[in-house]
């Protein structure tokens, strides 16, 4: 009992002066969102790769304080990158848009990395790409599965 509460302690006051700063970084890869500020503590999540996400502080820190998905958290700073201008829509330089043909002769586009979600996603998936599926079947299955839905 005595944990949960400094836990949601902890929480509180991180949040709180995560908004004061409110400053973002980018994901540069999958990383565990971790309770404490080292590996072996508990994961709560999986930070997609090119998410961006709010930091308490940008120090030279191994472990830095983040929020993402309303849950507060540690992630490893050497995964982590100052976002661009155009961050927030680009696709990743190594990503091309392809389409496919859905079952009902529909023409979809493929899952595709982004940064933020782009208009018409409908599901994040595993892999941080974004699922523009027009159904619930079958998404992201080339990908990991459905980490998300929008």
Not at 59 to 80: A, E, H, N
């Amino acid at each position: 009992m005595k944990k949960l509460f400094l836990l949601i302690i902890f929480q509180i006051l991180v949040i709180n002066l995560i908004s004061s700063q409110d400053q973002t970084k980018i994901t540069s890869s999958n990383l565990n969102l971790r309770i404490g500020p080292d590996a072996a503590s508990e994961k709560i999540a999986t930070i997609p790769k090119g998410t961006i996400v709010k930091v308490y502080d940008d120090c030279d820190c191994v472990w830095i304080p983040v929020l993402y998905d309303g849950k507060t958290g540690y992630v490893s700073s050497r995964y982590l990158r100052n976002p661009t201008k155009e961050s927030n829509l680009r696709i990743k330089k190594s990503s091309t848009v392809k389409y496919y043909t859905n079952s009902n002769g529909e023409k979809v586009q493929s899952p595709t990395r982004y940064n933020s979600a782009p208009d018409g996603a409908t599901a994040l998936c595993r892999d941080g790409t974004y699922s523009f599926s027009r159904s619930r079947r079958g998404t992201c299955s080339h990908h990991g599965g459905v980490s998300r839905w929008l």
